[in-house]
């Protein structure tokens, strides 16, 4: 057999799985792939490759792919929207670090002032100047907590009948 002939076999099996195959066609093929192992086998993997493809597609729901890139999309524009925020609030929060460092010479002065002043004992005034300093991290931490508690309350609200 020449290889014209069993180049032609593989292009009719080829043919028969997208468009089909003339009765003339079809029946030469059958009879070529009883007598040709290569092309009977090259046939059966075609075929098994095809039900591969048509089993594995099934499961999947056709808009499943689309879903899932809308709730990623969702997420992401969600975070874009929060980010801005939360940026503002940790400058708010180093500036106002950076200042008490710098204004520190000067708030102790006052503190040490006000201990001559009213006679305070000096431990008193180091819990103080202490305090201060903590006051920029309670705001943020204040800040921080009323965020939270508005997010876990925002899907009780949206609830119909309350
Ligand atoms: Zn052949």
């Not at 039900?51 to 597609?57: K, P, Q, V």
């Not at 801005?84 to 102790?108: D, N």
Request: with cysteine; glycine share 6%; charged share 20%.
């Amino acid at each position: 057999m020449s290889e014209n002939v069993h180049t032609r076999a593989l292009q009719l099996v080829a043919k028969g799985r997208v468009e089909g195959l003339a009765q003339l066609e079809s029946e030469w093929l059958a009879a070529h792939l009883q007598e040709c192992e290569f092309c009977n086998e090259h046939a059966r993997q075609t075929d098994r490759a095809l039900r591969s493809l048509r089993t594995a597609a099934i499961p999947l729901p056709a808009d499943l792919a689309g879903r899932t890139q809308f709730r990623v999309r969702l997420r992401a524009m969600e975070l874009r929207e929060r980010q801005p925020q939360r940026r503002m609030l940790w400058l708010a929060c180093a500036a106002s670090w950076i200042f008490g460092i710098a204004s520190a010479p000067y708030v102790w002065r006052v503190f040490e002032w006000f201990g001559h002043v009213t006679g305070a004992p000096k431990l008193i005034l180091e819990i103080s100047f202490g305090l201060w300093w903590t006051i920029p991290a309670l705001f943020a931490v204040l800040v921080l907590l009323l965020e939270g508690a508005g997010q876990a309350e925002e899907p009780e609200w949206m609830k119909p009948g309350r």
